[in-house]
């Protein structure tokens, strides 16, 4: 469903690394991946390059047999959500940002309180200021974000890097309930094998610019 055919990325550097060194791989639907990998290898580029936020040197990114390069930024944007490792926000309270997200994608059919519950937060939370939420609550804030657009690919960039064991341990479970209730295909990147092991039916290591399996 999202795959890397023969991929190459370099980094900014001179003379140029290579991140992704004729990387293929093929992730399937409704699938949920961990890819792990020590810091500097690559993650995040790889998250980048499969939301065509970043792009490639040679290679294509194929969605469902389309390469991503041909589809217009909006299409992948609304069909490929990304967390990120720190959340960020555009808005001062959570219904602002949802609002936001809702209009980005045009969808005014977005029930926010739906939202909340799929995250499992209190609906009262929609009108919170988000600097005032804890990091474990903003990511939840994040991940309602996410839904807004009603995605089929999800892609985490470790957003359980700046939590306790316990709060990562309830944002990963909460992943694993969405993801698998909406049928996503996740793709979950992080340093930390345990996180891997706890969210990943499929767990990938990213070593040497390709991507091999480890389960
Ligand atoms: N936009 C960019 N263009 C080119 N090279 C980049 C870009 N961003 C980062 N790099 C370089 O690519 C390499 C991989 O960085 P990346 O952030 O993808 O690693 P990571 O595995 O996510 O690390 P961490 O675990 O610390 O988050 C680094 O050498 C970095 O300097
Ligand atoms: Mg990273």
Redesign the pocket.
């Known amino acids: 469903m999202l795959t890397l055919d023969s991929v190459w990325?370099?980094?900014?550097?001179s003379p140029p690394?290579f991140?992704l060194k004729n990387c293929s791989f093929s992730f399937r639907e409704r699938s949920i991946y961990a890819v792990v990998?020590?810091?500097?290898?690559?993650?995040?580029?790889?998250l980048?390059v499969l939301n065509n936020l970043?792009s490639i040197d040679r290679g294509r990114i194929l969605l469902e047999g389309q390469d991503i390069s041909m589809l217009h930024p909006s299409e992948v944007r609304r069909r490929i959500s990304m967390l990120f490792?720190t959340p960020a926000f555009v808005g001062d309270s959570v219904r602002e940002n949802l609002d936001f997200a809702a209009r980005f994608a045009r969808r005014n059919d977005t029930d926010f309180s739906t939202l909340m519950e799929m995250v499992h937060l209190d609906h009262t939370f929609l009108d919170r200021t988000v600097v005032q939420l804890s990091v474990g609550q903003q990511q939840r804030v994040c991940l309602a974000r996410t839904l807004v657009t009603k995605p089929d690919i999800l892609l985490l960039?470790?957003p359980t890097?700046a939590l306790d064991d316990k709060t990562a341990d309830g944002i990963l479970e909460l992943v694993r309930e969405i993801s698998q209730q909406e049928e996503f295909l996740t793709i979950f990147?992080t340093?930390r094998r345990s996180h891997a092991r706890k969210l990943g039916q499929v767990i990938l290591e990213?070593a040497e610019g390709t991507l091999r399996s480890l389960s």
């Not at 990325?9 to 550097?13: G, I, L, T």
Request: charged residues 25%; negative net charge; glycine residues 12%.
């Open positions: 990325k370099s980094n900014s550097e690394d991140i990998g020590a810091s500097g290898i690559g993650k995040t580029t790889l980048r970043t490792q960039d470790e890097s990147v340093h990213m």
